[in-house]
Each structure stands twice: as structure tokens, then as C-alpha cells.
């Protein structure tokens, strides 16, 4: 069930990334380049921040 739960926000997430990207591609593409590289940077931060702890 965690696996069918994980694919599935997996492909929501691509899914909305690439409509969110073509959509800002209508107003410039260094705004959707911009735009992206901000998520991503976001997602590192998160993915860093709220990780797994070693005991």
C-alpha cells in the first residue's frame, strides 16, 4: 500500500511539474527556468532538512 501511494504522488508531482513549466512558459522561458531551478532548490532544502536521523 506505501508503494502504490508513493508511485501515485510520483506522478502527480511529474505531472504537475510539467504543466506548471509549459504554463510558464508562456511568459518567458527564463521565468520557467527560473521558477524551476527555485523548486528544486526548495525540494533539496526539504528533502535535507527533514530526512532520515541517524540515531
Request: aromatic share 2%; net charge positive.
Amino acid at each position: 500500500m506505501g508503494s502504490g501511494a508513493n508511485n501515485t504522488a510520483r506522478y502527480i508531482g511529474s505531472s504537475a511539474g510539467v504543466a506548471l513549466t509549459l504554463a510558464l512558459l508562456t511568459t518567458g522561458p527564463d521565468t520557467a527556468l527560473l521558477v524551476s531551478a527555485a523548486l528544486a532548490l526548495t525540494g533539496a532544502a526539504l528533502t535535507l532538512a527533514l530526512g532520515r536521523k541517524r540515531p
